[in-house]
């Protein structure tokens, strides 16, 4: 990167990207997005200026299996969406080349049919590490997407199976991708996977043993329902049945018959088939991310899950800000030096370095008083 690309921006050009990125302008979109991968003083700033103007955008997340045809899947929503005349913006997260530390860029290989449409825009992310597939600066650039105007963000995670529970901290509504004849076909979508599906998605439909992977998935489910293997705080079930598979049926958040004895409302993930090669079951999976945000909103789900993401996302700035300032202005390095030659417990010794950092930031704050 040269020195012009690296520099931070003056007020005036901070500015001016904002205006063009509110025109979702690709070229500000983009530019956007490595502000808020790159990190700094830039990033905070930009980010404080777009935040306000965000929360209108469905932020779905992607994941399952490798070979489960997620990017065939994420191109035929995301042309079912521009048909329908609502601009995507799409984040692909790819696993970082261990040669050049960026991501692999399958994906807009994969979406040649989208990039040339201006209410598309595609980045692939990568990892850089991050466990659970999901880029640190992934839920920034959700946010500039948004702020952007884009009507539907999707987030697709790299298909590593079960450490995938990192797309719950940063999307509204989960879907997982399962396919038959991936052996034991349950094993890709389990435990962990399993709690944080919103909406099962059985691609490759078409497929022999289809019916099998759709039983298993409906016993777990079963036994999810019954409390035996019951899912996580965000996650609520509603009960389904054949005739909407799409999961919202039952007593609803404001039912005549509601009354005192009122169950809560459960949301059960529904199991839709898809064979997105052909684009088939693309329209019921778009109804069913509908019926859930529809669930989100009337159950004051959505406000809570957004307000955990909140939580979650200031606690790891926290973290990473401390770690940051023990580094600059505590000695970290010299410090993990002395504590292992001189044997120093781990929470003696972070003890001492977070009084470091806390000197150091009262001794700057002392300094801007002056100035």
């Not at 935040?51 to 399952?64: D, E, F, H, K, L």
């Not at 929503?77 to 970082?96: H, M, S, Y």
Request: net charge negative.
């Amino acid at each position: 990167m040269s020195r012009q690309q690296s520099r931070d921006l003056t007020a005036e050009e901070l500015e001016d990207l904002l205006c063009r990125l509110r025109r979702r302008e690709t070229r500000a979109v983009a530019r956007a997005i490595s502000i808020v991968e790159r990190g700094g003083r830039e990033q905070a700033e930009l980010m404080r200026q777009i935040y306000p103007s965000t929360g209108r955008a469905r932020v779905i997340g992607i994941t399952g299996p490798p070979g489960a045809g997620k990017s065939t899947l994420v191109d035929r929503l995301a042309q079912e969406c521009r048909r329908r005349g609502e601009p995507v913006g799409l984040l692909c997260v790819d696993p970082t080349s261990p040669f050049t530390g960026g991501a692999l860029l399958g994906d807009r290989i994969r979406m040649q049919g989208l990039a040339t449409d201006p209410q598309v825009f595609i980045r692939s992310m990568a990892t850089r590490g991050a466990m659970g597939g999901l880029a640190r600066a992934t839920r920034d650039a959700a946010d500039v997407l948004d702020a952007a105007g884009f009507d539907w963000v999707m987030v697709e995670t790299v298909g590593v199976g079960q450490d995938e529970v990192d797309v719950v901290a940063s999307v509204d509504t989960v879907l997982v991708v399962a396919v038959p004849g991936l052996g034991d076909d349950i094993q890709a979508i389990k435990a962990g996977i399993l709690e944080i599906a919103d909406v099962f998605v059985l691609n490759k439909a078409d497929r022999e043993g289809a019916d099998r992977v759709a039983h298993d998935l409906e016993m777990m489910l079963s036994l999810g329902h019954h409390g035996h293997h019951a899912p996580a705080v965000h996650r609520s079930f509603h009960a389904a049945s054949p005739d909407d598979p799409t999961g919202h049926h039952g007593p609803q958040a404001g039912d005549a018959h509601a009354g005192e004895a009122a169950l809560p409302v459960y949301w059960m993930p529904p199991i839709v088939r898809t064979v997105a090669s052909r684009g088939e079951g693309i329209v019921e999976l778009l109804a069913a991310v509908g019926k859930h945000r529809d669930h989100l909103e009337a159950s004051g789900e959505l406000a809570t899950r957004r307000r955990a993401q909140l939580k979650l996302r200031v606690a790891t700035i926290l973290k990473e800000r401390v770690l940051a300032a023990a580094h600059q202005h505590a000695g970290f390095e010299q410090a993990i030096a002395r504590a292992h030659a001189e044997r120093i417990d781990p929470y003696a010794l972070s003890a001492e370095l977070f009084s470091g950092v806390l000197k150091a930031e009262a001794e700057r704050s002392g300094k801007r008083e002056i100035e």
